[in-house]
C-alpha cells in the first residue's frame, strides 16, 4: 500500500476492506442520501472530534434515513490537534484548524446538540445532559479523546500556569506560542513526552523539529531539549534520528526520562535521568480516556483509564454502548487518520447490526501520518491493519510500519493534500 493509495481512499471515504453500500456514490463527488436501508434506531454519538464526526455522518450515509444520528458536543467548533504544531510556529492560525457541524446537519441530517453528556445510564438506555435532559439510544457511540493527568508541580500560580500541555488545540495552543515567540537566542524549550500510550506517536518529535526549526529561523539560536519518559523514539525512528542528529543540531534527545517534579518558578524539570532548566516548559502529561469513559469502570476496563472494545464493531464490555478513537483501548496508535478509520468500522457494524445482520468479520484499517520537519520539509509513517481472529486485535499487515525514505518538499506537499482530505472526509 503505498501513500498515495491512501490519499485515494481517503478522498473516497472507504474504510479498508469494507462493504460499504454507499461508497460508489460518495466516490463519484456526489452526495445522495440513501432511503430507508432496512437499518431503523436510535444512535447517539458522544463526541465531535475527529472519531464522532465521522461516525454520525457514515451511520447515515451507509444506514439511511431509518438510522437517526444525535450528535453531542459542547463546543460549536473543533479545532485540530492536526496542524496545530504549526500554530506554535506561526505558520498556521487556529482558525484556519477551525471545522463547523453545519455539512453534518444540513447535508447528512445528523441531529446536532451543543451539551456535553454528563453520566450514562446504559440500563435504560439513555444519557444525561449539562441541562439534566435525558436522550435514549439503541446504540451509542463514546468518542471522547483523551484527558490529562495532573503533573507534580510547585510554583506560584502564575509560574504554574505557563507550563503547559498543548495537547488539545486551543488556549493552550496560544499560551505555548506566545511564550516561544519570546524566546532568545540564550533560551532552552523542554518538551516532556509522557509514557505511551499517548495521542499521535509521532507528534511530539514533530513538535521538538518544528520548534528547533523555528528557533534557528527566527533566533538564530537556542535550543531543544526533548525529555522522553519511554526507551526510545515512539515513531518513525529513523526519520527522526536523522532530524535530531544531522538537520535540527540545536535539539538534545534523552531517552528514560521520567518526570518527579517541575518546578514553575526556576523552570526545572527533575526526571529520572537528571534535572534539566529551561526558559519555556511544555510539559505533556500522561493520558487516559475522557471523563465519560473512566466515570465508569465498567467502560474503563483497561488499566481503569482506557475502554476495551471488540474491534470487529467496537462495542464495549457494556452492550450496545461502542467506543472509538483515542478513548478506545486497541493495537491501533491513537491518532486522527485511525480514529476516521475506526469510526466507519463502527458506523458499518452497527448499520448491519441495525438490520440483524452480522457484521464485517474481516474489516481492515489504516494509519498514515505525514510530519513536518522544516517549514517546508516532512517525512511520513503509514501501516495497514487487518483483523486477526486468533488474537481477536487488528495486526499491521506486510512489513507493519512503512517510514518515509527521506524528508523532502514533496512530502511536504503530499501532507496538505493529506490533511485537507482527511478533514474533508470528516467534516465535510
Ligand atoms: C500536536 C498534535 C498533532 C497531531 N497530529 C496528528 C497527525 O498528524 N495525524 C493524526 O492522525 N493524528 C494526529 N494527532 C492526534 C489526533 O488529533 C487525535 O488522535 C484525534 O483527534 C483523536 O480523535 P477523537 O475523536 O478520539 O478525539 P478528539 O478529536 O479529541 O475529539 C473528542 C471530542 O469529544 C468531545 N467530548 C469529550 N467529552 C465529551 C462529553 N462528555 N460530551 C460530549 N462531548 C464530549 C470533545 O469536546 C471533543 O470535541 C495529533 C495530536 C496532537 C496533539
Redesign the pocket.
Known sequence: MQRRDFLRLLGTGVALGMMAPFADVLAAGSVTMPGNTGANGRVVV???????TTVAKYLRLWGGTGVQVTL????PT?I??????KVLTGERTLTQLSYKYGTLTSKYGVKLITK???AIDYVGQQVTLNDGSKLPYDRLVI????AFDALPMSGTAAAQAKVVH????GVQTTSLQTQIKAMTKADTFILTIPAKPY??PP?PY??ACVVADYLTRTKKGGKVVVLDANPGIQAEVENFTNAFKNIHKNITYVPNASISSIDANTGTVNTSAGAFKGKVINAIPPHRA???ITDNPLLANVGGRWAGVNVLSYESALPKIHV????AATTQP??????NAEAKVCADAIVHLLRGEAVNPSPMTN?A???PITSTTASWLSVVYRYDPVTGTMLPTGNGVTESSGINKDNHEEMLKWFSNLMSDTFA
Not at 472509538?324 to 478513548?327: F, K, L, N, P, S
Request: charged residues 15%; contains cysteine; positive net charge.
Open positions: 458522544i463526541g465531535g472530534g475527529m472519531a464522532g453531542v458536543e459542547p463546543n473543533y485540530s490537534n492536526i496542524f496545530s504544531n456535553s453528556v454528563t468518542a471522547p479523546g483523551v498543548a495537547w488539545q488545540a495521542r499521535c507528534g514533530e513538535r475522557g471523563k465519560i472509538i478513537g483515542d478513548a491513537k491518532a486522527g487518520h485511525i480514529a494509519s501520518c505525514y510530519t
